[in-house]
């Protein structure tokens, strides 16, 4: 069985390390592991800063409520997301008192594209956009950022599926006010759970800190907890329990500081290996247009994945690839498919868009692993799988 997940990336030398970094050090909770991190990724996602944090749905959660506190988003405003994503991106803004707004994708990229995104801000007005980079692809999000910035809509980029993807020159995930990454497992590298928001503005860096951790100032930086500090009047003595604005515990642990630490050194080995299985598999398997529809990502410099989807062309082509990756090669749906027939969002939203792109891939998609320990055997069987129904 080829499953979608095999590991954390050289998960032997990891395991060992790490049995080694535990044994000797003297903190486990959050701490100088993780903050070292926090610096070597923002320095690789060419963003000022990043918050490091116990998962990627945390740190959107975190994202929403910290762009709350701060008063660019207010309950009751309307934000759009990509109809296409995973359930803990759009769940905060029902959470926090938001109204979500589907944005429909386009079939060939799975992604938003300006132009969809058009048709929906004909009929609505959006205070926010928090679009989903699906799979490692995008649409036109340099277009898509334009129009945000005409309109005066925070862009924030869900990135917890295309670390490492290129577009324009420029990584995703840096075409917005923030972005926010996953280390989960199966992700692109790994901290067994984890998650991250990037951003160049120091204002809402500062309230992530904030929101991260019961909303107290404890993980700003100096300067920042001095000006705090004295804005309230604070001796040193409360400030140690005084909590600023609303908060949790959305903390990751030194374990997890460390492993990120060594999987950063591994990224660019890991994400070349991606790119090169997924150029291989989606030549072989993409352009097989009398079973799937057409994907187009021959506009990205780099695709980073780890999954590959494919859109069959008929419900008969999907369920007879069901029955032929029985035991042989793990599938799964694409993410959430479409986000508005998620029984929660029914619950929660009366949200009645019509997504036909996002229906299609819902009914007719799905994806297989992508992951750097594939063999050469592994690839060709599931290409033999793919072609050959
Ligand atoms: C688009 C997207 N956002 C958020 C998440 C949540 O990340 P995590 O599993 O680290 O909580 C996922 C998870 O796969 C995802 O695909």
Redesign the pocket.
């Known amino acids: 069985m080829i499953k979608l997940i095999k590991s954390i990336y050289r998960e032997r030398e990891m395991k060992k390390a790490l049995s080694r970094f535990v044994a000797k050090t003297k903190r486990l909770s959050f701490g100088k592991e993780c903050q070292d991190f926090e610096k070597k990724f923002a320095e690789y996602q060419e963003r000022k800063r990043c918050l490091f944090f116990n998962?990627?749905?945390?740190?959107?959660l975190a994202l929403v409520q910290a762009l709350l506190n701060l008063g660019k988003l207010k309950k009751g405003d309307k934000v759009g997301f990509s109809a296409v994503?995973?359930?803990?991106?759009v769940m905060p803004l029902i959470q926090l008192g938001l109204k979500p707004v589907a944005v429909d994708v386009e079939l060939e990229t799975l992604n938003v594209s300006s132009e969809t995104f058009r048709e929906t801000l004909k009929k609505h007005k959006l205070s926010a956009f928090f679009v989903?980079?699906?799979l490692g692809f995008c649409g036109d999000i340099a277009e898509i950022a334009e129009l945000c910035r005409e309109k005066d809509i925070a862009l924030l980029e869900?990135?917890?599926?295309a670390l490492g993807s290129v577009y324009e020159g420029k990584k995703l995930g840096n075409f917005g006010l923030a972005s926010?990454?996953?280390?989960?497992i199966?992700?692109h590298m790994s901290t067994i759970?984890?998650?991250a928001v990037c951003t160049d503005d120091k204002k809402l860096a500062e309230m992530l800190a904030i929101v991260r951790a019961h909303g107290w100032d404890r993980n700003l930086q100096p300067d920042e907890q001095k000006k705090r500090r004295s804005r309230f009047k604070n001796s040193d003595f409360y400030s140690q329990y005084t909590f600023y604005d609303l908060g949790y515990n959305l903390r990751p642990t030194e374990v997890q500081g460390f492993l990120g630490k060594m999987q950063m050194k591994l990224l660019p080995e890991i994400i070349k290996k991606r790119e090169k299985n997924f150029q291989k598999m989606a030549k072989a398997i993409h352009n097989r247009y009398d079973l799937y529809y057409p994907l187009r990502f021959e506009h990205m410099d780099l695709v980073s994945n780890f999954a590959v989807p494919v859109v069959c062309r008929s419900k008969k082509i999907k369920e007879k690839l069901i029955q032929k990756c029985k035991g042989v090669i793990e599938i799964r749906p694409i993410?959430?498919g479409n986000m508005l027939k998620q029984p929660f969002y029914r619950k929660y939203s009366d949200d009645k868009t019509s997504l036909p792109s996002a229906d299609l891939i819902h009914e007719n998609g799905l994806y297989f692993g992508n992951n750097p320990e594939l063999t050469e055997n592994e690839i060709k069987k599931i290409i033999g799988v793919f072609t050959s129904i």
């Open positions: 998962s990627g749905s945390s740190a959107n994503t995973w359930s803990t991106n989903t980079n699906v869900d990135n917890c599926e926010t990454f996953s280390f989960y199966g992700h759970e984890g998650g993410v959430g």
